[in-house]
T-cell receptor, first 114, second 115 residues
């Protein structure tokens, strides 16, 4: 199957700082990628759809000014958590569609905001 | 919005036993997907189902897409310790519209296998 990577795998930051998470499709191109958030012992919740060359579309209740998404190329999408606070601590996971639109997920990024 | 109801929430079984879990939805999905997630990692795709009534196997795993497109089950036969993890079902809408490619996840089934 297709391989999706994320960097970093984990990050600890101080409250008020910004953190950037990268999502890359390693052996295929993706005009669309998706960003999910997962709290402990819960399911994945879709945050936004990242569109190459255009603005991201956000799910209801997700602040677009807080979670900045940039899809700079056909293999890279970035999620920046701006002015992070402890309640933003979570597991952030991206996905990209394969040839028959099945979603392949990255390994996730554990964000801890102190 | 759309919701997937996945059951059971957790299962404790002995190695060698068979496992069955299922998902139901109030809405129709074009594609059903089953994923396994290990702690601290992203979900890994196990089986993808594209046609109503489709029955698909992947090794010891078997999944079926309900005829109404509103449900699916996953069976694991002869479980082994490495089957431990969280299993998620996910529904995906078809082409066209702003929801294309988005996944709606079930709540997950936590599987524990005792040696």
């Amino acid at each position: 199957g297709a391989v999706v990577s994320q960097h970093p795998s984990w990050v600890i930051c101080k409250s008020g700082t910004s953190v950037k998470i990268e999502c890359r499709s390693l052996d295929f191109q993706a005009t669309t990628m998706f960003w999910y958030r997962q709290f402990p012992k819960q399911s994945l919740m879709l945050m936004a759809t990242s569109n190459e060359g255009s603005k991201a579309t956000y799910e209801q209740g997700v602040e677009k000014d807080k979670f900045l998404i940039n899809h700079a190329s056909l293999t890279l999408s970035t999620l920046t958590v701006t002015s992070a606070h402890p309640e933003d601590s979570s597991f952030y996971i991206c996905s990209a569609p394969g040839s028959t639109n099945e979603q392949f997920f990255g390994p996730g990024t554990r964000l801890t905001v102190l | 919005g759309q919701q997937l109801n996945q059951s059971p929430q957790s299962m404790f079984i002995q190695e060698g036993e068979d496992v069955s879990m299922n998902c139901t939805s109030s809405s129709i999905f074009n594609t059903w997907l089953w994923y396994k997630q290990d702690p601290g990692e992203g979900p890994v795709l196990l089986i993808a189902l594209y046609k109503a009534g489709e029955l698909t196997s992947n090794g010891r795993l078997t999944a079926q897409f309900g005829i109404t497109r509103k449900d699916s089950f996953l069976n694991i036969s002869a479980s082994i310790p490495s089957d431990v993890g969280i299993y998620f079902c996910a529904g995906q809408l078809g082409a066209g519209g702003t929801s294309y490619g988005k996944l709606t996840f079930g709540q997950g089934t936590i599987l524990t296998v005792h040696p």
